[in-house]
Protein backbone atom coordinates (compact mmCIF):
# COMPACT_ATOMS: atom_id res chain seq x y z
CA UNK A 1 0.00 0.00 0.00
CA UNK A 2 2.79 2.38 0.72
CA UNK A 3 4.03 2.40 -2.87
CA UNK A 4 0.31 3.00 -4.63
CA UNK A 5 -1.04 6.96 -4.64
CA UNK A 6 -3.37 7.74 -2.43
CA UNK A 7 -4.88 9.91 0.95
CA UNK A 8 -4.56 7.51 4.00
CA UNK A 9 -2.33 7.34 6.84
CA UNK A 10 0.11 4.18 7.43
CA UNK A 11 -2.47 4.10 10.60
CA UNK A 12 -5.39 4.33 8.81
CA UNK A 13 -3.99 1.45 5.96
CA UNK A 14 -3.27 -0.61 9.08
CA UNK A 15 -6.90 -0.56 10.44
CA UNK A 16 -8.17 -1.17 7.30
CA UNK A 17 -6.87 -4.53 6.75
CA UNK A 18 -7.62 -5.10 9.87
CA UNK A 19 -11.07 -5.25 9.58
CA UNK A 20 -11.14 -6.80 6.13
CA UNK A 21 -9.06 -9.86 8.13
CA UNK A 22 -11.21 -9.57 11.06
CA UNK A 23 -14.86 -8.12 10.60
CA UNK A 24 -17.24 -11.48 11.96
CA UNK A 25 -19.66 -11.91 9.58
CA UNK A 26 -19.98 -13.55 6.07
CA UNK A 27 -20.17 -11.62 3.03
CA UNK A 28 -18.51 -9.78 0.68
CA UNK A 29 -16.24 -6.59 0.87
CA UNK A 30 -17.49 -3.18 -0.66
CA UNK A 31 -15.82 -0.14 -1.54
CA UNK A 32 -16.80 2.75 -2.30
CA UNK A 33 -14.71 5.42 -4.15
CA UNK A 34 -11.22 3.80 -5.22
CA UNK A 35 -9.09 7.00 -6.30
CA UNK A 36 -6.05 5.45 -7.65
CA UNK A 37 -6.45 2.03 -5.19
CA UNK A 38 -4.32 2.77 -2.46
CA UNK A 39 -6.94 0.86 0.19
CA UNK A 40 -8.18 -1.39 -2.67
CA UNK A 41 -4.75 -2.73 -3.01
CA UNK A 42 -5.12 -2.89 1.18
CA UNK A 43 -8.47 -4.97 0.95
CA UNK A 44 -7.51 -7.03 -2.24
CA UNK A 45 -4.13 -8.13 -0.42
CA UNK A 46 -6.13 -9.35 2.67
CA UNK A 47 -8.85 -10.70 0.76
CA UNK A 48 -6.13 -12.95 -1.24
CA UNK A 49 -4.12 -14.13 2.02
CA UNK A 50 -7.25 -15.44 3.79
CA UNK A 51 -9.58 -16.70 0.41
CA UNK A 52 -12.24 -13.89 0.98
CA UNK A 53 -13.00 -13.86 -2.66
CA UNK A 54 -12.55 -10.51 -4.77
CA UNK A 55 -13.07 -6.91 -3.34
CA UNK A 56 -15.82 -5.24 -5.05
CA UNK A 57 -15.28 -1.51 -5.86
CA UNK A 58 -17.19 1.25 -7.37
CA UNK A 59 -15.66 4.73 -8.42
CA UNK A 60 -16.78 6.44 -11.59
CA UNK A 61 -13.04 7.66 -12.01
CA UNK A 62 -14.16 11.00 -13.28
CA UNK A 63 -13.40 14.49 -12.21
CA UNK A 64 -13.96 17.09 -11.20
CA UNK A 65 -13.91 16.04 -7.82
CA UNK A 66 -12.94 17.56 -4.51
CA UNK A 67 -11.15 15.28 -2.91
CA UNK A 68 -9.26 13.60 -5.81
CA UNK A 69 -8.14 17.22 -7.05
CA UNK A 70 -5.57 16.68 -9.18
CA UNK A 71 -7.69 14.09 -11.74
CA UNK A 72 -8.67 17.54 -13.12
CA UNK A 73 -12.50 18.50 -14.34
CA UNK A 74 -12.34 16.03 -17.64
CA UNK A 75 -9.77 14.08 -16.23
CA UNK A 76 -10.33 10.47 -14.78
CA UNK A 77 -8.36 8.13 -11.86
CA UNK A 78 -9.00 4.76 -14.06
CA UNK A 79 -5.65 4.23 -15.62
CA UNK A 80 -3.96 5.07 -12.65
CA UNK A 81 -6.42 2.69 -11.05
CA UNK A 82 -5.78 -0.37 -13.18
CA UNK A 83 -1.88 0.00 -13.41
CA UNK A 84 -2.13 0.22 -9.06
CA UNK A 85 -3.63 -3.14 -8.64
CA UNK A 86 -1.18 -4.55 -11.11
CA UNK A 87 1.57 -3.44 -9.71
CA UNK A 88 0.85 -4.92 -6.72
CA UNK A 89 -0.29 -8.24 -7.96
CA UNK A 90 -4.06 -8.06 -6.84
CA UNK A 91 -5.87 -7.62 -10.18
CA UNK A 92 -7.89 -11.30 -10.17
CA UNK A 93 -8.84 -9.91 -6.36
CA UNK A 94 -10.64 -6.88 -7.86
CA UNK A 95 -14.30 -6.60 -8.87
CA UNK A 96 -14.22 -2.95 -10.40
CA UNK A 97 -16.68 -1.40 -11.10
CA UNK A 98 -16.53 2.24 -13.44
CA UNK A 99 -19.94 3.60 -12.03
CA UNK A 100 -21.49 5.24 -9.63
CA UNK A 101 -22.89 3.46 -6.52
CA UNK A 102 -26.51 4.43 -7.50
CA UNK A 103 -25.89 2.31 -10.68
CA UNK A 104 -24.38 -0.22 -8.87
CA UNK A 105 -27.06 -0.46 -6.12
CA UNK A 106 -29.58 -0.64 -8.61
CA UNK A 107 -29.42 -4.77 -8.90
CA UNK A 108 -27.20 -5.15 -5.56
CA UNK A 109 -28.09 -8.42 -4.33
CA UNK A 110 -24.87 -9.43 -2.28
CA UNK A 111 -24.86 -9.32 1.65
CA UNK A 112 -21.98 -6.96 2.70
CA UNK A 113 -19.66 -7.82 5.62
CA UNK A 114 -17.22 -4.84 5.23
CA UNK A 115 -18.77 -1.20 3.78
CA UNK A 116 -16.20 1.34 3.20
CA UNK A 117 -17.70 4.15 2.09
CA UNK A 118 -14.42 7.00 0.76
CA UNK A 119 -16.56 8.53 -2.33
CA UNK A 120 -18.88 11.37 -2.39
CA UNK A 121 -18.13 13.43 0.37
CA UNK A 122 -20.91 16.03 0.26
CA UNK A 123 -24.06 14.98 3.13
CA UNK A 124 -26.45 13.88 0.02
CA UNK A 125 -23.43 11.72 -1.25
CA UNK A 126 -22.57 9.72 2.05
CA UNK A 127 -26.58 9.52 3.26
CA UNK A 128 -27.62 7.63 -0.12
CA UNK A 129 -24.30 5.83 0.25
CA UNK A 130 -25.78 4.55 3.41
CA UNK A 131 -28.79 4.25 2.49
CA UNK A 132 -28.44 2.31 -0.58
CA UNK A 133 -26.58 -0.85 0.99
CA UNK A 134 -27.52 -0.65 4.60
CA UNK A 135 -30.03 -3.19 3.68
CA UNK A 136 -27.36 -5.58 2.43
CA UNK A 137 -25.48 -5.38 5.80
CA UNK A 138 -25.14 -9.01 7.63
CA UNK A 139 -25.28 -9.02 11.99
CA UNK A 140 -21.88 -8.52 12.74
CA UNK A 141 -20.95 -6.41 9.32
CA UNK A 142 -18.52 -2.98 9.92
CA UNK A 143 -19.22 0.41 8.29
CA UNK A 144 -16.30 2.39 7.77
CA UNK A 145 -16.50 6.09 6.59
CA UNK A 146 -13.29 7.98 5.78
CA UNK A 147 -12.30 11.74 6.50
CA UNK A 148 -14.56 11.87 9.55
CA UNK A 149 -12.19 14.08 11.09
CA UNK A 150 -11.48 16.23 7.94
CA UNK A 151 -13.76 18.96 6.65
CA UNK A 152 -16.14 17.78 4.70
CA UNK A 153 -19.75 17.88 5.99
CA UNK A 154 -20.68 14.44 4.68
CA UNK A 155 -18.43 12.21 6.66
CA UNK A 156 -19.03 13.56 10.09
CA UNK A 157 -22.60 14.81 9.78
CA UNK A 158 -23.37 10.88 8.74
CA UNK A 159 -21.24 9.04 11.42
CA UNK A 160 -22.68 11.25 14.01
CA UNK A 161 -26.44 10.83 12.93
CA UNK A 162 -26.85 7.24 11.27
CA UNK A 163 -24.43 5.64 12.96
CA UNK A 164 -24.27 6.56 16.63
CA UNK A 165 -27.01 7.87 16.80
CA UNK A 166 -28.87 4.34 15.79
CA UNK A 167 -28.95 1.12 17.75
CA UNK A 168 -28.33 -0.51 14.54
CA UNK A 169 -25.27 -0.35 15.76
CA UNK A 170 -22.63 -1.38 18.32
CA UNK A 171 -19.48 -1.08 19.21
CA UNK A 172 -18.03 2.11 17.41
CA UNK A 173 -14.87 4.64 17.60
CA UNK A 174 -12.53 6.49 15.01
CA UNK A 175 -9.20 5.50 13.93
CA UNK A 176 -7.19 8.57 12.48
CA UNK A 177 -9.90 9.87 10.15
CA UNK A 178 -11.81 6.92 9.62
CA UNK A 179 -15.18 6.35 11.68
CA UNK A 180 -16.83 3.09 12.21
CA UNK A 181 -19.20 1.06 13.88
CA UNK A 182 -20.95 -2.52 13.65
CA UNK A 183 -24.08 -3.36 12.60
CA UNK A 184 -25.60 -4.79 15.16
CA UNK A 185 -29.68 -4.93 14.36
CA UNK A 186 -30.94 -7.51 17.42
CA UNK A 187 -28.79 -5.74 20.38
CA UNK A 188 -26.91 -2.48 19.46
CA UNK A 189 -28.72 -0.39 22.45
CA UNK A 190 -26.44 -2.23 25.12
CA UNK A 191 -23.51 0.36 23.34
CA UNK A 192 -25.81 3.45 23.09
CA UNK A 193 -23.97 5.07 26.44
CA UNK A 194 -20.51 4.49 24.57
CA UNK A 195 -21.93 5.71 21.04
CA UNK A 196 -23.29 9.03 22.29
CA UNK A 197 -20.70 9.71 24.58
CA UNK A 198 -18.44 9.74 21.08
CA UNK A 199 -21.16 11.21 19.44
CA UNK A 200 -21.39 14.27 21.56
CA UNK A 201 -17.52 15.02 20.87
CA UNK A 202 -17.88 14.37 17.14
CA UNK A 203 -21.38 16.63 16.38
CA UNK A 204 -19.15 19.95 17.93
CA UNK A 205 -17.44 19.46 14.83
CA UNK A 206 -19.92 19.62 12.21
CA UNK A 207 -21.31 23.34 12.60
CA UNK A 208 -17.56 24.03 11.63
CA UNK A 209 -17.85 21.77 8.05
CA UNK A 210 -21.92 22.85 7.46
CA UNK A 211 -22.66 23.01 3.68
CA UNK A 212 -19.20 22.08 2.82
CA UNK A 213 -17.32 25.02 3.86
CA UNK A 214 -13.58 25.13 5.35
CA UNK A 215 -12.60 26.56 8.27
CA UNK A 216 -11.20 29.45 8.82
CA UNK A 217 -9.45 32.01 11.68
CA UNK A 218 -10.42 31.85 15.13
CA UNK A 219 -13.29 29.31 13.51
CA UNK A 220 -10.19 26.98 12.36
CA UNK A 221 -8.51 26.97 15.57
CA UNK A 222 -11.65 25.86 17.80
CA UNK A 223 -12.36 23.40 14.91
CA UNK A 224 -9.14 21.86 15.37
CA UNK A 225 -9.41 22.22 19.24
CA UNK A 226 -12.33 20.22 19.08
CA UNK A 227 -11.23 17.40 16.62
CA UNK A 228 -8.02 16.53 18.83
CA UNK A 229 -10.53 15.75 21.73
CA UNK A 230 -12.24 12.83 19.71
CA UNK A 231 -10.26 9.78 20.84
CA UNK A 232 -8.80 8.79 17.25
CA UNK A 233 -5.81 6.52 18.11
CA UNK A 234 -4.99 3.11 16.82
CA UNK A 235 -6.63 0.67 18.31
CA UNK A 236 -4.92 -2.40 19.82
CA UNK A 237 -6.15 -4.96 17.29
CA UNK A 238 -6.50 -8.06 19.46
CA UNK A 239 -9.12 -5.27 21.89
CA UNK A 240 -10.85 -4.45 18.63
CA UNK A 241 -11.65 -8.05 17.61
CA UNK A 242 -12.73 -8.63 20.93
CA UNK A 243 -14.81 -5.62 21.17
CA UNK A 244 -16.62 -6.82 17.90
CA UNK A 245 -16.42 -10.38 18.44
Known amino acids: MRATPGMLTEREARFLALVAACAPAQGVILEIGSFKGKSTVGLASVAMRYGLGPVITVDPHSGPSVTDPDVGPRGSSWDDFRASLRAAGVETAVDAHRAYSRDLAGGWTRPIRFLWIDGDHTY ?54 IGWAQYRPSDGKRWRNDRLHLRRGVARLIPFVKDGREPKGFAKLRYKLWRGLVPHAAPDPAAWVRAVS
Open 124 to 177: RGVKDDIDLFRGHLVPGAIVALHDVLHSFEGPVRVFSEELLGSDLFGAAGLCGS
